[in-house]
């Protein structure tokens, strides 16, 4: 049982450039959340989804943007990197009712932006 | 004043101590918390939720006290594995006012 998986595990890009994070899960849970996670900032919500289909921002939206096409993947992309989004990015999920049940964590991917 | 505020340590323990650490919030509409482990450069861990007053698993307590708002973790005969980032989380659910607050955390280092 895999639960929640996250592809790349690293990346460094440069300035300007684009990518996707894709996330993963196979525990059929309908929220799906993405976090970013800096030294002293704690974990901030980037974008979440309530179910297949839906999007909804979270903290610190600019510059992301997500997509929820199947129940099971939630994609992020940065559309024109930059530097101040460096940072260990984290995906999760939960059961329905998501706010008030735990989060299962993807192992994270660390991204640097030259 | 953050909404979810931790002391972050470090607390250095020997083994086999008990540890204590406290979450203080400031939404009296959180509804639910979470205590969540995290190992340096990994992935946070669910431990333990807290809906009511309460809650123990083996060597960990976790108590809600609602009147003075604050959520406490208490560790019993810590153990070397136990050293991470505890993570304190409060979920609010509240109409449109939907999240999770998560804490900065608190260092924990339990030494031999």
Known sequence: ?114 | RKEVEQDPGPFNVPEGATVAFNCTYSNSASQSFFWYRQDCRKEPKLLMSVYSSGNEDGRFTAQLNRASQYISLLIRDSKLSDSATYLCVGALNAGNNRKLIWGLGTSLAVNP
């Open chain 1, 1 to 114: 049982n895999a639960g929640v998986t996250q592809t790349p595990k690293f990346r460094v890009l440069k300035t300007g450039q684009s990518m996707t994070l894709l996330c993963a899960q196979d525990m059929n849970h309908e929220y799906m959340y993405w976090y970013r996670q800096d030294p002293g900032m704690g974990l901030r919500l980037i974008h979440y989804s309530v179910g297949e289909g839906t999007t909804a921002k979270g903290e610190v939206p600019d510059g992301y943007n997500v997509s929820r096409l199947k129940k099971q993947n939630f994609l992020l992309g940065l559309e024109s990197a930059a530097p101040s989004q460096t940072s260990v990015y984290f995906c999760a999920s939960s059961r329905l009712e998501g706010f008030g049940q735990p989060q299962h964590f993807g192992d994270g991917t660390r991204l640097s932006i030259l």
